[in-house]
């Protein structure tokens, strides 16, 4: 089938505001554009966004060419309860907000005339999710038409059982042969034709001397499948495809025969100040980024990655474990996907997620689910088998996971879940003295990360308990691979208790990864570690955020937006902590350096489980002379020194890679760190300096270059900086920004935690001396003039490029 671009030229408005239509392009997130309010029932879990319904309406000529062709669109997220209409007849429906759904239009298309779609994405009942969703049709929309013969979207499966050879199935309608040709950089290496059987035609193919994917070597061939009925092709498909092998025992996980260990991050499916839109830039930027960090696998938490997001993956190299679903049978928030929604819809669902996920190389694990607590009672445990079972029968090369959280489990067979109905032993509901029964009001993620904060160290004790083993023991038996959430405890101790199990560390704390770290070196079975999280994200709003006393402060008491977790902020700047993080991983032998705001100094109020410091890689803050902070060495020596202007804060002694400075006073300067060897022979040494002269704009594009294909972007990096190019990290203002030509802001923001300013207006103050703004190239070709200004600072123009598509 001929796939096209159906994204331009859509009107939107809010249900109940039909005064305020206006044209957009797709992807949008409707949510980003709302009124952040602490009155808002989404609460944290959404940023204190609200919800609401949205409709999308757009008008296309059905040429008379259409006539007797198979006309698809294809919706690839839409968040939620959403209905299609095709000239005012419902003509498809799709209940979850993550999976991506096909809507046939032929019966229902006027040839030759205009017709008429809306789309209606239902996000009233909230809350619904425990992170920031967004809303509307915040992935891209593909338009499909085929004649009488074709294969069927995503009806083409390439599996790679052998390093030499590729086994290719497509399902087909009509037709009598299918041609397959493979190639690499444009040149055929390889062809074959087989018969179509039943409207399936399978076949192999060698691949001598074959280039492996992996994630060091993203190596891509490109494949045509060509459709043949009466001795012409009828149909084409053209994509990509990464050879490469997976198993996995106790012994390990093994990519091209080869050990790998997963160094992962959680990710949540929001980009940042774009809120939920799926570009294809945005998400190879991301796995730019993670990559840099010294990521090699991602966790999509808690739901399908976009198709643009796995994509990036396949071409940079990034093993990914796709996840299912958050909730099954008990609801975490009112109205969430739990129940109801999950019985009528998960076969559905999961099956899109694990077809969509088949052709990329880059999935290594197929994850039914997260944090699950009804994993203890019979039905939770059936429904992981028949789920398991189900993936598996789609597509059994990719072993089957779940992020289990064993104290959940454990309260739960207790009778005390967390979430949702309160159940005895037996997994029967718990009545009143009045004999009706219970139903909390499904607690939101707020009040569930509140008690994780304040437990601490709980989680992984109570983990490591015989009843949290007994709990979760039926569950672990139906996976090929025991996701552990916070429960690194029991890496040792199910060595001789389960000694056929595989186990990774679904989710950590990235402040454990020291300790994590040596038990993924140690132990064969245990294949990797994902903390939570490698990228900051929109939601759970600060449960990882370092809290200031000064927050409370008129001015400075908006509420947080952010989750506060990541090593990465939500713009993509890593932080200091991702030094340590590459020193564990053997990655670097250089010293990273962070020091605690010196805009903070003596401010502190509390931090967080999840991220312990709030750390800066600078040493240039003008005002906070004198001032006394405390500073973080990263090193993998014996000690660690620490200089300002030359002078000695003595050496210390290197534990966990980390080594701690405390009242280290502020001057403008130099600060050196230091590695030194158990001889006291220096290693290496890295230095932060305090910028120069007066404060000036620096605007960095990432691209001058875009395409006018409506959706290419360029992000444009905004400082403060000396006369040197260095950032000051303490003289935050408001930045204003102008663009014109043929291109949009799509998105201007900071990864400020408590922001009271929205990310779409056209002036945004700086964090730490840093903005960002994204530019959204049109579809028609020509230059975009950005001009960046700020009091004082003058005007930088910046020219980017829009060529032909």
Wanted: charge should be neutral.
């Amino acid at each position: 089938m001929v796939k096209s671009d159906f994204n331009l030229e859509w009107i939107f408005y809010k249900e109940g505001h039909e005064k305020d239509k206006k044209e957009v392009a797709l992807p949008h997130d409707a949510m980003i554009y709302e009124q952040r309010s602490r009155e808002s029932v989404t609460a944290g879990a959404c940023g204190y966004f609200p919800g609401g319904t949205y409709v999308y309406e757009k008008s296309f000529e059905a040429p008379v060419e259409w006539k007797g062709k198979k006309i698809i669109l294809e919706f690839e997220g839409i968040y939620q309860q959403a209905q299609v209409y095709l000239n005012g007849q419902l003509t498809g429906t799709n209940i979850y907000g993550y999976s991506n759904f096909y809507v046939p239009l032929e019966n229902g298309l006027v040839y030759g005339e205009s017709n008429q779609l809306k789309v209606v994405a239902d996000n009233s009942k909230c809350p619904n999710s425990r992170w920031y969703s967004g809303s509307g049709i915040y992935r891209k929309v593909n338009l499909y038409v085929g004649e009488e013969c074709y294969i069927q979207p995503e009806g083409v499966k390439i599996t790679t059982p052998e390093i030499d050879r590729i086994q290719i199935e497509a399902d087909v309608t009509g037709g009598e042969q299918l041609r397959a040709l493979i190639f690499d950089k444009g040149r055929k290496i390889a062809e074959g034709l087989t018969e179509v059987k039943d409207s399936l035609a399978k076949l192999s193919l060698d691949i001598p001397k074959a280039q492996l994917w992996d994630a060091e070597n993203p190596y891509l061939y490109e494949y045509q499948l060509e459709l043949i009925n009466d001795g012409k092709a009828v149909d084409c498909v053209k994509g990509f495809l990464g050879i490469r092998t997976l198993s996995w025992d106790t012994k390990g996980f093994l990519v091209n025969g080869k050990e790998v260990l997963l160094r992962g991050a959680c990710i949540h499916h929001d980009n940042g100040i774009l809120g939920g839109c799926s570009f294809q830039e945005a998400e190879e930027r991301r796995i730019r980024i993670l990559k840099e960090a010294g990521f090699n696998a991602i966790r999509c938490s808690h739901n399908p990655a976009s198709k643009d997001l796995l994509l990036a993956c396949d071409k940079l190299g990034m093993y990914v474990m796709d996840e299912f679903a958050d909730q099954w049978l008990i609801h975490k928030n009112p109205y969430d996907y739990a129940d109801t929604d999950f019985r009528k819809n998960w076969q559905q669902d999961l099956r899109a997620m694990v077809l969509k996920n088949y052709n990329h190389p880059s999935v290594i694990m197929n994850s039914i689910g997260n944090e699950i607590s009804e994993l203890a009672l019979p039905e939770g445990q059936e429904y992981c088998r028949k789920m398991a079972e189900f993936a598996r029968s789609i597509d059994p090369s990719r072993p089957v996971t779940l992020g289990v959280n064993l104290m959940l489990c454990s309260m739960t067979a207790k009778g005390g879940g967390i979430y949702g109905e309160k159940k005895d032993k037996k997994g029967k509901k718990k009545e009143n003295q009045n004999g009706s029964q219970t139903m909390d009001n499904a607690p939101t993620s707020t009040f569930f990360n509140m008690l994780m904060n304040m437990a601490g160290g709980m989680i992984e004790k109570m983990a490591a308990k015989p009843a949290a083993d007994k709990a979760s023991e039926e569950a672990f038996a139906s996976l090929d691979i025991g996701g552990y959430n916070y429960a690194a405890s029991r890496y040792e101790i199910d060595k001789d208790l389960h000694p056929d199990r595989v186990i990774v560390g679904s989710e950590t704390l990235p402040k454990n990864l020291y300790k994590n770290w040596q038990l993924v070196k140690k132990l064969p079975y245990v294949i990797g570690d994902f903390m939570w999280t490698g990228w900051d994200y929109l939601g759970e709003a600060g449960i990882g955020t370092v809290r200031y006393k000064s927050f409370k402060k008129p001015g400075n008491d908006a509420p947080i937006i952010s989750g506060g977790c990541g090593v990465i902020d939500i713009c993509g700047k890593i932080r200091p902590e991702v030094q340590w993080n590459r020193l564990i991983w053997g990655l670097t032998n250089t010293p990273g350096i962070g020091v605690e705001p010196l805009t903070h100094a003596g401010d502190l109020g509390s931090v967080s489980m999840w991220r312990d410091t709030d750390a800066v890689g600078s040493w240039s803050w003008s005002g906070c002379e004198g001032r006394k902070t405390k500073v973080t060495v990263y090193s993998n020596g014996a000690e660690a020194e620490l200089l300002v202007n030359g002078k000695s804060y003595g050496r210390k002694t290197v534990k966990e890679y980390k080594a701690v400075f405390k009242n280290v006073r502020y001057e403008e300067g130099t600060i050196t760190a230091v590695s030194y060897d158990a001889q006291g022979k220096e290693i290496s040494r890295n230095a932060l300096k305090t910028a120069k002269g007066k404060t000036v704009l620096a605007v960095d594009a990432e691209k001058t270059e875009l395409l006018a294909d409506g959706q290419d972007l360029c992000y444009l990096n905004i400082d403060l900086v000396g006369e040197d190019g260095i950032t000051k990290s303490s003289e935050d203002m408001p930045i204003s920004i102008e663009v014109s030509g043929a291109g949009t802001l799509q998105a201007f923001g900071s990864a400020k935690p408590n922001m009271g300013e929205d990310f779409h207006s056209r002036q945004h103050t700086t964090y730490y001396g840093k903005a960002q703004a994204v530019i959204r190239a049109g579809e028609k070709s020509g230059s975009i003039l950005v001009k960046v200004s700020g009091e004082g600072l003058g005007t930088k123009e910046v020219s980017i490029h829009v060529k032909e598509k």
